[in-house]
């Protein structure tokens, strides 16, 4: 099976996956990368039952009036999310390419060019929920800023939910978070003052390319 990023993402080196993130070339060069409009015949089972997933989370937030999702790529997960639950939805992504694009498919709606990774984010407005959504391999190496960062964004028992898809054997950042039990276990383990778990949820479907695991996350206030 052809790999679905090519080596914008991760390449090989020596048997081993190496972090390469060059995902402005990825959209440059891709106008559908990973099949995001749901037509990817490996993923697009995967996609719908996501999202549906994580539609499910949001309709229990009822008091929760805006989102950001982190890694909203070309907007059509962002799309499906506002027009599907009482949310005002914002997006962000790390690559310029892919937020131009969107601001051109979805011009109704609000993105933002931003990295989560970094010490300091200059957007300042606060959510109610802020979504990671199936980026969790691509921030890794700075999880830490991550969850500071998302922690800042969010306004006072706001939500934080990760949503990702799993395989049986992970090749990349095993070292940090090993599949959806690891994830869980980094969360208790490290960021136990800023979240509580309120969900965990790892669904395995036969028809779909990953198993689909979500944590919901509820900010712990100073």
Known sequence: MPKISK???????????????????LYSEDDNPWGQNGEDNRLGNYYK??????????????KSKSLLEVG????????????????????????KVAIDKAKLSFPQY?????????????????YDIVILNKVLLYVLEKFENVFENVYNLLN??????ISNGFMDSQRYGKNIVDGFGGLVQYIENNQ?????????QLINKKDMLYKDGCIV???INE
């Open 110 to 126: 609000v993105f933002h060019k931003l990295d989560i990774q970094i010490d300091t984010i200059s957007l300042k407005k606060k």
């Open 49 to 62: 039952f996501s999202q549906k997933n994580i539609l499910n989370h949001l309709k229990n937030r009822v």
């Open 72 to 95: 909203c790529g070309l907007g059509y997960v962002l799309d499906f999310f506002n027009k599907n639950s009482h949310l005002v939805c914002e997006g962000a992504d790390i690559s």
């Open 7 to 25: 080596d914008y993402v991760f390449k090989e080196n020596n048997g081993k996956l190496e972090f390469v993130g060059d995902f402005d070339g």
């Open 217 to 219: 996350m509820e900010k």
């Open 192 to 200: 136990s003052d800023k979240f509580k778990i309120i969900e965990a």
């Open 156 to 161: 006072k028992n706001g939500i934080f939910i």
